[in-house]
C-alpha cells in the first residue's frame, strides 16, 4: 500500500455536496442510538483498542455519534479532529505513531494531551459518492494496522454507511417502530459477532488475531450483517 499523502487542505473542492449529502440524513446531532454503540464496541474488540468512534463531520465541528473509550465527547472542532482528515479519504487512513508522524491537518495538540498515539479512521461513503464522517479505533500506544486491518475497518465503515441510510430510509417515512425492529435484529447479529471477537482475544491473550482463517471467520459474520441490511433495504 502507497503511503499516505495529506491533503493541503481540510476542506475538499466538493465540501458543498459534501454537507448536503450529510444533511439529508438527519443524523447530525442526534441523540446516541444502540445500534451505533455496538458497532464501535465491536471494533474496539476487534482491533484490542480502548476507544472507537464514528464520527460525522459537519461545517464547523465533528460529532461523534458513538464513542466508547472517550466518555462525555460528543463534539469537537473540526481542526482538532484526525477524523477531519480521514474524512477525505476513499480508503482507510492510518497514523501508528502520532509521536512520529504527524497529521499537518489538525492541531496535534489535543491528540497529544488526550494520550492518543495511534489512529486508524475509514470513511463513511455513501451512495452520492460522498464521505459524511468515518468510523475510527485509537490507541495509547503505538501500534502499526496491517492491510488486512485497513481492510476490514473499511468494511465495518461500510456496514455502518448502510445502517446510517437504512435510519434515514424508515425514519423518513415515518416508521419510527421499524426502525427500532430494525435496530433489534441488527444488534442481536452485531452480539454474535462481538461473542465471536472476545472469544478470540481470550485464545491470543490479547495479541494479534488476523490469521487468515480468524478474518474468514470475521468476515463471514459481517457478510450476515451486510445481507440484513441489503434485504432491510429493498
Given at each position: ?62 460529532f ?10 460528543e ?12 474524512v ?17 491537518l ?16 475509514a ?16 490507541g495509547?500506544?503505538?501500534?502499526a ?14 456496514l455502518?454507511?448502510?445502517t446510517?441510510?437504512?435510519?434515514a ?11 427500532e ?54
Amino acid at each position: 500500500m502507497p503511503p499516505y499523502v495529506q491533503p493541503a487542505s481540510l476542506i475538499p473542492a466538493t465540501e458543498p455536496t459534501r454537507l448536503r449529502t450529510l444533511y439529508q440524513y438527519e443524523i447530525l446531532n442526534t441523540t446516541p442510538e444502540p445500534i451505533f454503540d455496538d458497532y464501535v464496541a465491536l471494533a474496539a474488540q476487534l482491533f484490542n483498542l480502548p476507544i472507537s468512534l464514528i464520527s460525522l463531520v459537519g461545517a464547523e465541528d465533528v460529532f461523534f455519534k458513538a464513542n466508547v473509550g472517550l466518555p462525555g465527547l460528543e463534539t469537537v472542532p473540526r481542526a482538532d479532529s484526525l477524523c477531519s482528515a480521514a474524512v477525505l479519504e476513499h480508503t482507510t487512513v492510518t497514523f501508528p505513531d502520532l509521536e512520529q508522524e504527524r497529521c499537518n491537518l489538525v492541531n496535534p495538540l489535543v491528540a497529544e494531551a488526550a494520550g492518543l498515539r495511534c489512529y486508524a479512521g475509514a470513511p463513511l461513503r455513501m451512495p452520492e459518492g460522498e464521505n459524511i464522517g468515518t468510523m475510527c479505533v485509537i490507541g495509547r500506544e503505538p501500534r502499526a494496522f496491517t492491510a488486512a486491518e485497513d481492510a476490514l475497518l473499511a468494511r465495518l465503515a461500510g456496514l455502518v454507511s448502510l445502517t446510517i441510510q437504512l435510519r434515514a430510509r424508515l425514519l423518513t417515512g415515518g416508521s419510527a417502530d421499524a426502525w427500532e425492529q430494525a435496530q433489534r435484529e441488527l444488534r442481536s447479529y452485531l452480539h454474535e459477532s462481538s461473542t465471536l471477537a472476545r472469544y478470540l482475544a481470550a485464545r491470543t491473550n490479547g495479541a494479534a488475531f488476523f490469521s487468515d482463517e480468524v478474518l474468514q471467520t470475521v468476515n463471514r459474520r459481517l457478510d450476515v450483517i451486510e445481507q440484513a441490511l441489503r434485504r432491510l433495504l429493498r
